[in-house]
């Protein structure tokens, strides 16, 4: 398979280069450079500022404020938006609880809540995962008790993402105990996070970071109309949004842009050391990480051209963030090899290569491919872990 740019996408491309090159604004063009940590607010301007060039949903239908983009236009954006290394779009609201609103809500919400998602007014966290429900989430405990026109909500989510940040968060509660099967029971629904009865408790993450959180619920009151679909039917819904989710997660063009970078530095000769180059054994493996991602990316094109022609992402969403996680960590690992002992933390200053960043070979500096290493260990285990992912291919791509 071949992939060739028209001239329309040709023009698409520069335009997209021109516009992270000279419209990201001097405050976040800098800290991008020094890799200094965004903040809440740095990520809802940039999202605010894609949205004004009508470039923020391109998973959603033009009807609801989509791109409209072709396959090639929106492999093309997410590749240029990787070669800049802007910051990354936060899916919960545009990728994840966006898709299952404007699918499975009513009037009323797609009117209140799809506006705000777009605009990146509101921020939002999902609460699937709860202690001892990950993998096998239909165990979930969290309970949603019918009391006149109100649930009240009781239990505790686990690993909410960003959650310090939220403004809402989507949840899998269970409405039901009395089923015949535990998929049964459970319902999609919309909390405000400033609803009384809800704190949360951060998590410290192997880098040191706090990006994850556990939330508790405690007597929660949610108004009905909060209900997205039929009650006790969540799992369906949950379930679509997770295809979108692992969709998501494969990375391909981040993973193209960085594997491209360490290429370049491989002939680079840090501090009188042979070039990287000269490794057979570095290199091979850095051929191999290649090729697979070439395969993947040429996957990842067809999956996406099955989605614009209006298919949901199926079971193939679990290939995709198979690969696309095993390579991600297949390029982090050649990071920390190249990098050496200048990835870790605690090396002394004088050995510090501070003073020349181009010639650090884990190109965001020494200290962070560490940390980006440890850190992105979780590529393969959240959006469901890999195991997983192995088994739903069995059950309902291979039919075993
Ligand atoms: C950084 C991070 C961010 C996350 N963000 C969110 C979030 O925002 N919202 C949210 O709801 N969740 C989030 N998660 C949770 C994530 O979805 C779960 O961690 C994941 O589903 C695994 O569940 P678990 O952690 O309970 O592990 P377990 O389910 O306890 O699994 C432990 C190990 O056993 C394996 N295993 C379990 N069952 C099987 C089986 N049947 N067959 C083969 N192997 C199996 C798993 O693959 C894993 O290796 C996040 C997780 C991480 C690490």
Redo the contacts with the bound molecule.
């Keep these: 398979m071949d992939v060739r740019f028209s001239d329309s996408d040709l023009a698409f491309r520069d335009e997209v280069r021109a516009f992270f090159r000279d419209e990201l604004g001097d405050a976040l063009q800098r800290k991008l450079e020094q890799h200094v940590p965004l903040t809440k607010q740095d990520h809802i301007d940039y999202q605010k500022l894609l949205n004004s060039k009508g470039w923020f949903a391109a998973n959603w239908p033009v009807e609801y404020g989509g791109t409209g983009w072709t396959p090639v236009q929106r492999y093309i954006f997410s590749y240029e938006m990787a070669l800049a290394e802007a910051p990354p779009i936060i899916p919960f609201g545009v990728s994840m609880v966006g898709p299952v609103i404007y699918t499975f809500g009513n009037d009323a919400q797609k009117k209140r809540f799809l506006p705000d998602i777009l605009e990146s007014n509101v921020w939002w ?5 709860e202690p001892g ?5 239909a165990s979930l405990k969290t309970r949603a008790d019918l009391d006149g026109d109100a649930y009240i909500i009781n239990g505790t ?1 686990t ?3 960003l959650g310090q940040y939220a403004d809402w968060i989507f949840l899998l509660a269970r409405t039901n105990t009395d089923v015949a099967r535990r998929q049964e029971g459970i319902s999609f629904i919309l909390v405000d996070m400033q609803t009384p009865g809800i704190s949360l408790k951060p998590i410290i ?1 192997i880098d040191g970071e706090h ?2 959180n556990e939330v508790h619920f405690e007597n929660v009151r949610v108004p009905v109309e909060n209900l997205v679909g039929d009650e006790g039917k969540g799992w369906t819904y949950g379930k679509v949004l997770l295809q979108h989710e692992r969709t998501n997660i494969t990375g391909v063009a981040n993973s193209k842009v960085r594997l491209q970078k360490l290429r370049r530095k491989t002939s680079q000769s840090i501090h009188g050391a042979a070039p990287l180059a000269e490794d057979n054994n570095f290199m091979r493996r850095l051929a191999a990480a290649e090729v697979e991602l070439k395969a993947l990316e040429f996957t990842e094109l067809r999956t996406l051209a099955a989605v614009s022609s209006g298919k949901a992402p199926g079971p193939e969403s679990s290939i995709l963030k198979i690969k696309g996680t095993e390579i991600q960590q297949m390029v982090d690992t050649l990071y920390m090899e190249a990098a050496a002992y200048y990835a870790l933390p605690f090396v002394p200053d004088q050995y510090r290569l501070e003073t020349d960043p181009d010639s650090i070979i884990g190109h965001d500096g020494e200290t962070l491919t560490s940390l980006r290493y440890f850190n992105n260990r ?1 590529a393969s ?8 992912q192995k ?1 739903i291919i069995a059950k309902h791509v291979l039919g075993l």
């Design positions: 966290c999902q609460g699937y995962s429900s990950g993998s096998d989430l989510k690993w909410t993402t993450t990006e994850v979780k285990i959240f959006g469901g872990s890999n195991e997983i088994n």
